[in-house]
């Protein structure tokens, strides 16, 4: 048995449709987009456009032809008046309110079910797997005089703010991206003392990675509390949909709507202060029963002085039952066409202009579609937003670069990344520092060992150079503390991401292969948590023992890792031991929504030699570099320590303990780091996308070039 929901009008009728899609499928039926297959449409309808309606009366036609062939129950619920109820009764089986639906079963002759008595808590069959609306008031006692909601979904009735704040938790949990909290009328939400601003705060308050906004409103209920927490929020998106129906006093009197158009300005600067660059759009009717010209010249002067970013136009259309039905709808409907093209013409004006301050702007957007290589979504000041992308990153919380915009919409590429690589004594610091200057950028380190405090010398961390560059993952951990690759990978998305949204180019600086592909190819790093008493009990193996246990679980992790380096040994088996999943086996790498340039510094081989050959010496004899790893060793660092963070620590450290001469040392530490930058080598070699350069010149003219190509 299959069902399917035909949903008109806002985003409640969606949210009663998850509803009822749950309680269907609870009673066996199974969801389907196609009418040949089947047994039960249910149609939600909605009263607030003559429109809406006469598509619903469209419906007829449709179900008799069906119902020629084989049988099909027709039910209707949503939004319908009784004066619409009468004539579309004819042609559903059912008609039912929608606060009725955990009637359905009964009503469908199945067994009583145990559902909730509020149909509002009955479980969603959410239709999204990122997105959802949550509704936490249903109902309006408004009475605008054109609006059916008061006469179809009854008066206000808020939802308890616990079952909201659940819904909101289990949507986050589950990994949801948006949630949009609902209501005809969702800032009069009360709940004992909890009101809007105060629930809305609390949803806020739930940690994770997700965007947050709330609809519809009346501007006569925003009140100084609520945009106070909209300026203080974490989640909630700079967008609000703040209805204003008409310019004019008396017209706005008139649809009963309670507020001035001065009230109505003086909120629109009080959002705009709190959340600075907010984008607001607004619903506007055109041709209310007596708009006179001056008045709609009123409306079209405030659509033009407030400048919206959106605004849904309609054309006023009389609404049985309702108040405004018993006036005269005297303006012609060639004039109500005309006033709604004038106001198009100025929002097309205000929206392009609001849409041109994002050119060139790396902002954040919701991916929610992907068809033929582009991404479609919305930006977080709920733009339209069409970008390129190889990978679907539909459901996704993406950074995408503004390219041009249009009066309806963005164009976007995914942003760019530098990658500045090479081996040990390339000059990798000094040439991304300098391209860092002259590109507006940042530096982020990919060096396994730069993250360690007080490892300055023998990591080349070369501060001073940086000057006044920020830069990122330098000195985020003490040395006998682990940070792990999974950690830096984590860091340095966290870094990127930063530096873009600050508008800066990200340059990430790194020798070590490992981690720079980590970040690139978004390798899926098992996190493995803290385990004390198997860190420990590993700890007492010998590197032989863990190398031996390594070649049972996981050859292919022990023919390429460093099998001198034990932290590496032993974390491999904590990961392995803690969540059954070897190193090797670690899900598909997922490429991070960003376009890289991977720019490697490469040099004969002699003279890379020579470099190191120079660079040890001055580090040795110079700049102290015994004197730092001594210093190390009294704060605390082990030896063993000091020999997993390999080279100068290792061989440094084997002096200090008297296992070597000083000349022993040097030799074996020069003959070290030079097979080190052959390993590096031998490790870039392999990766086709690196574009090697031997000076700054040619660095400069390819970011040049990627930076200005077409994503
Ligand atoms: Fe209708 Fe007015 Fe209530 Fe909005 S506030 S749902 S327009 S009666």
Known sequence: MKYKIIVFGCGFNQIDAERAAAVLEKIGYQSTEKDFETDLFLVLACSVRQSAIDRVMGLEHRFNQIKKTRPIITLLSGCVLPTDKSKMSKFFDIVFPINDLVKLPVMLAQKSLDLPTDYLKVRPSYRSTFQASVPVINGCNNFCTYCAVPYVRGREKSRKAKDVLAECQALVAQGYKYIELLGQNVNSYQDGRINFPKLLKQVDNIPGDYWLSFASCHPKDMSDELIAVMGKAKHLIPYLNLPLQAGDNEVIQRMNRNYMVSHYKNLIRKIRKAVPGIAV??????GFPGETRTQFNNTAKLMKEVEFDMAFLARYSPRPGTAAAKLVDDVKPAEKKRREEALNKILKQTALKKNQVFVGQNIEALVTEYRHGFCFGRTKHFKNIKFKSEVDLTGQLVLVKVTSCYSWGLRGELPKVVVIL???????????????????????????????????????????EYGKIPHHLIDAELPKNQYTLAQWQQGANAAVKDV?????????????????????????LAQASEDKQLRNRLARLTLKQLLARLKKV?????????????????????IYYQTGITKSQQAK?????????????TFPKEVLKARIAKRLKHRLEKEGMIEE????????????RLEEFGLEYRW??????KQLSYEEMYNNLEKAINDFAKRQMTWFKRDQEIEWVSDYQQAERKIRKFLSDKG
């Open 281 to 286: 759009s607004t619903d506007m009717i055109v």
């Open 422 to 464: 090479g081996t040990t004594s390339a000059g990798k610091t000094s040439l991304a520092v300098k391209l860092a200057r002259k590109f507006k950028g940042e530096i982020i380190s990919a060096d396994s060992r730069q993250v360690y405090t007080g490892m300055d010398i023998g990591t080349g961390k070369d501060l001073e």
């Open 500 to 524: 873009l949204q600050r508008q800066k180019l990200p340059i990430v600086c790194g020798g070590t292969g490992l981690y720079i592909s980590a970040l690139v190819d978004g390798y899926q």
């Open 554 to 574: 996981d050859p292919k992790t022990y023919e390429v890792i460093d099998r001198q380096n034990r932290r590496r040994v032993q974390r491999a088996l904590e």
């Open 589 to 601: 790498p997922q490429k991070p929504p960003y376009q890289f340039l991977k720019l490697g510094i």
């Open 629 to 640: 790893i001594k210093k190390l060793h009294q704060q605390g660092v082990s030896y063993q």
């Open 652 to 657: 440094v450290g084997r002096y200090l303990r």
